[in-house]
């Protein structure tokens, strides 16, 4: 009975510890676009580069898409990320979600993921997005604002809708965002 309550007791543990290595951003459960399954982001993205990108089927920066892939089959295997999350905040999205997806797979071939649509700022911002502005000291302007996280869950900087995902700075970023020494002393 004993060795039960030992091993009971450092299961727990190790469950705490594990909850508390999750950056504060990612612990969120989202669903995934045009899907009724469920991401826990910690438990899907903990230990990854995240770039988090808030997107529109209809704006004139929607064509980033094609970038954002590019920089996601680039860098996938070496641990990063790109997470999309589309928004009708700037009136630029579509209501139906199957909508959404078709433009994001057919016309783009989208194959990171994306989560349901979701608002990016103001007082209704989703809790992700909240977290986000609150690390950066900005919240979105425009779509396809993105937000880059390191391999240690630190934020390291804010990108408006011009900057484009094969932008040499941006680039230089996300390489060392991916780096396994970007730890944050």
Not at 109 to 136: C, H, Q, W
Not at 147 to 162: C, E, P, Q, T, V
Request: charged share 25%.
């Amino acid at each position: 009975m004993k060795k039960i309550i030992t091993a009971a007791a450092l299961l727990l543990a190790c469950a705490s510890a594990s909850a508390n290595e999750c950056p504060d951003v990612l612990k969120h459960m989202k669903r995934k676009l045009n899907s009724q399954e469920v991401v826990n982001l910690c438990e899907a993205y903990s230990g990854k580069a995240v770039l988090f990108v808030n997107t529109a089927s209809k704006c004139g920066f929607t064509p980033q898409f094609e970038g954002l892939e590019a920089l996601y089959t680039n860098f996938k295997d070496d641990g990063f990320v790109v997470l999309g999350f589309p928004s009708n905040d700037f009136a630029q999205e579509y209501a139906d979600e199957s909508k959404t997806a078709e433009v994001c797979e057919l016309t783009y071939g989208v194959n990171f993921p994306m989560f349901e649509p979701i608002s990016v700022r103001g007082d209704n911002a989703d809790p992700l997005y909240a977290k986000l502005a609150e690390e950066t000291g900005k919240s979105p302007k425009w779509n396809f604002n993105k937000y880059l996280m390191d391999k240690n869950g630190k934020i390291l900087a804010h990108y408006g809708s011009r900057v484009k995902p094969d932008d040499e700075d941006f680039l230089k970023d996300v390489t060392q965002a991916i780096a396994p020494d970007s730890a944050s002393e």
